[in-house]
Every structure is written in structure tokens, then in C-alpha cells.
T-cell receptor
Framework: AQSVTQPDIHITVSEGASLELRCNYS??????LFWYVQSPGQGLQLLLK??????LVQGIKGFEAEFKRSQSSFNLRKPSVHWSDAAEYFC????????FGAGTTVTVRA | EAGVTQFPSHSVIEKGQTVTLRCDPI?????LYWYRRVMGKEIKFLLH????????ESGMPNNRFLAERTGGTYSTLKVQPAELEDSGVYFC??????????????FGEGSRLTVL
């Protein structure tokens, strides 16, 4: 069965610093991959998705993710973090229903 | 355009009682999903409606959970009788994709259920 692993439960980053969140997937075929974000008091919002094609995917809020088949990874990056990026981030793989990772909580310090 | 709305936002009930959660998807979205996140765990799929039909209910934990989608519009998820392990946040999501991949799901803010 498909699965997603997010190795980091919690990351603290300084405002203005770069951010990288790790995601590894287990899936036999070409996966459809997603990153969602949940800000406090909000529902989950789609940041970006990968279906096929270019392995570097641009998303909203200045985020990007790179699909690496050889490493079974789909890491999320942002070059410069803003305080409003403090949230919980979920990687997900799609097999007609989303399978989510456990989530990574990002704390942004001033 | 209104997003996915869920009601109530938080419900506290005693073990053995019944709770009904409601989800109003985005208008025109045929696909409606229920997910659940138990404290500290992953967000888990419960079931998927296409219009009023249950497409996949493989994630429903047991027969204490009953989901309906009246006329292909709003959906309810009833837990009867509730147990302590049912506590968590129940998310509803909808999408307009017709076939294949889930595509982009639009999530509600979730209904937090606390069973005492």
C-alpha cells in the first residue's frame, strides 16, 4: 500500500532563513504527490502538487518542491520564511484517496 | 464562493452518546470525502462520496459510524454510540474531479470531537 513518511515532527526556523521539509513516499507507480498546509484555526490548504513532467514544482506562498524518483522523495522548500509560515505541513500521496504523512510543525522565531 | 463548511466546530460528548457532524461542500463538487485525525496521528481517510453514492468506505472504523449524503449535497457523519477512541478532528473535503486522481481537495476547518 502507498504511504508517506515525514521524518521531522517539528522544525524551528528563524524568520528570513530557508526551510526544507522532508517527505518520502512508498508507491509502486508514478505517484501523484501533494503538500498541504494547515495554519492555526484553518482547514488544510493545497500548497502544490506533482502529477508528471517537470520535477521542480512551484506552489503558492513562495513554496516549491522537487520530485526525486531515485530517492523516493518530494521535499518542500522555501528560500526565506515569513512569520506567517508557522503552521503544520502535510505531504500526501494519491491513490484515488489521499494518504497523508504525520505532519511537520514549523515554528518561526523572530 | 463559499468554501467547505463544517458544523459543529467542536463537540464534547459523553461516552455512549451520539454525535452528528455535518459538512457542506463547495457547490457543484460531486466528490466529498471524510477524513479523521486522532491526536498525534496521521490524517486518515474514512470514506468518499460521488454525489449521493458511497464510492469507497474502506476507511470507516466500524459500524458505529454512519455517513450519508442527502441528494448529493451536504453530508453527515454520525457516531453512535461514541467511544473514547473516537476523539479527534474530523475533516471534510470536496473536489470536482470526475475521474482518476483525487486532484485538488478543498478542506473544511474540521470538527473537533471530544468524547469523555
Amino acid at each position: 500500500a502507498q504511504s508517506v513518511t515525514q521524518p521531522d515532527i517539528h522544525i524551528t526556523v528563524s524568520e528570513g532563513a530557508s526551510l526544507e521539509l522532508r517527505c518520502n513516499y512508498s508507491y509502486g507507480a508514478t505517484p501523484y504527490l501533494f503538500w498541504y498546509v494547515q495554519s492555526p484555526g484553518q482547514g488544510l490548504q493545497l500548497l502544490l502538487k506533482y502529477f508528471s513532467g517537470d520535477t521542480l514544482v512551484q506552489g503558492i506562498k513562495g513554496f516549491e518542491a522537487e520530485f526525486k524518483r531515485s530517492q523516493s522523495s518530494f521535499n518542500l522548500r522555501k528560500p526565506s520564511v515569513h512569520w506567517s509560515d508557522a503552521a503544520e505541513y502535510f505531504c500526501a500521496v494519491d491513490d484515488y484517496k489521499l494518504s497523508f504523512g504525520a505532519g511537520t510543525t514549523v515554528t518561526v522565531r523572530a | 464562493e463559499a468554501g467547505v463548511t463544517q458544523f459543529p466546530s467542536h463537540s464534547v460528548i459523553e461516552k455512549g452518546q451520539t454525535v452528528t457532524l455535518r459538512c457542506d461542500p463547495i457547490s457543484g463538487h460531486d466528490n466529498l470525502y471524510w477524513y479523521r485525525r486522532v491526536m498525534g496521528k496521521e490524517i486518515k481517510f474514512l470514506l468518499h462520496f460521488v454525489k449521493e453514492s458511497k464510492q469507497d468506505e474502506s476507511g470507516m472504523p466500524n459500524n458505529r459510524f454512519l455517513a450519508e449524503r442527502t441528494g448529493g449535497t451536504y453530508s453527515t457523519l454520525k457516531v453512535q454510540p461514541a467511544e473514547l477512541e473516537d476523539s479527534g478532528v474530523y475533516f471534510c473535503a470536496s473536489s470536482h474531479w470526475k475521474t482518476g486522481s483525487t486532484g485538488e481537495l478543498f478542506f473544511g476547518e474540521g470538527s473537533r470531537l471530544t468524547v469523555l
